[in-house]
């Protein structure tokens, strides 16, 4: 699930700035790679964190911050903790699941989120094509903090030595899962973490097939 960047440009067209929903999805991997660092996350919780985030990606997109700006993110913000502002989903989604389903595993959904996980992804159609939703907002606790992984572990019945996670944030997903001993596999769309020392997969149709391929 990604910001729907669509949203996004309109609200900043309406505060007088210009920036296609193009721009703004092309920026936000390298946004997202500048984030993922050991000292935005000691310095943030996953909340405060995400509002970082989209300063970032106005940046990378070639657009200063200013008042404009951060009036549109209040808006934002404020229609995020309503009904969440991640709503966009990749064509991919549906059948990379149901494929990854056909193969007999379990899918395990494991979010840093607001408390909004279950209605945002049962708005999009998602609920039925997973197995066990977590959200770090219920549980009081998020990402890296292996607490959160042994949670989802344990009451999906699931086996540290069978579960792989798949996570687009090396020093969260990563770090976390190892902390709790699973295996990780870093999400990386736009190929920025040639440096990695983990697997990884620009896609969930690749990580599928290589699930299936006994690659993983």
């Known amino acids: 699930m990604h910001p729907n960047w669509a949203r ?3 609200g900043l067209a309406r505060h007088g700035v210009d920036a296609p929903a193009a721009l703004l999805a092309a920026a936000e991997p390298g946004a997202k790679h500048e984030l993922d660092g050991p000292a935005r996350h ?4 996953d ?4 509002w970082v985030y989209f300063n970032l990606v106005l940046a990378h997109a070639g657009i200063p911050r200013s008042a404009q700006t951060d009036a549109c993110l209040v808006e934002l913000r404020a229609y995020h ?9 990749p ?4 059948p990379a699941l149901r494929a990854l389903r056909e193969q007999g595993l379990k899918l395990v959904v494991v979010s840093n989120s607001n408390g909004t996980l279950k209605m945002k992804m049962a708005r999009l159609g998602l609920v039925p094509l997973v197995d066990v939703l977590f959200d770090s907002f219920e549980e009081k606790v998020e ?4 607490r959160f992984f042994q949670i989802a572990l344990d009451r999906s019945g699931a086996d540290p ?9 090396y020093s969260i997903d990563v ?3 190892r902390a709790a001993g699973l295996r990780a596999v870093l999400f990386d769309t736009a190929g920025l973490y040639p440096e990695a020392d983990c697997p990884r997969v620009a896609s969930l149709t690749e990580l599928s097939e290589r699930v299936r391929s006994g690659d993983l």
């Open 175 to 177: 770090v976390g899962a």
């Open 47 to 50: 909340d405060s964190r995400g």
């Open 91 to 94: 064509a991919e989604v549906p």
């Open 143 to 146: 990402k890296p903090d292996p």
């Open 42 to 45: 000691q310095a943030h919780d």
């Open 8 to 10: 996004v440009s309109e």
């Open 161 to 169: 030595a069978t579960t792989l996670h798949v996570g687009d944030l």
């Open 81 to 89: 903790m309503e009904q969440n502002l991640w709503e966009t989903v």
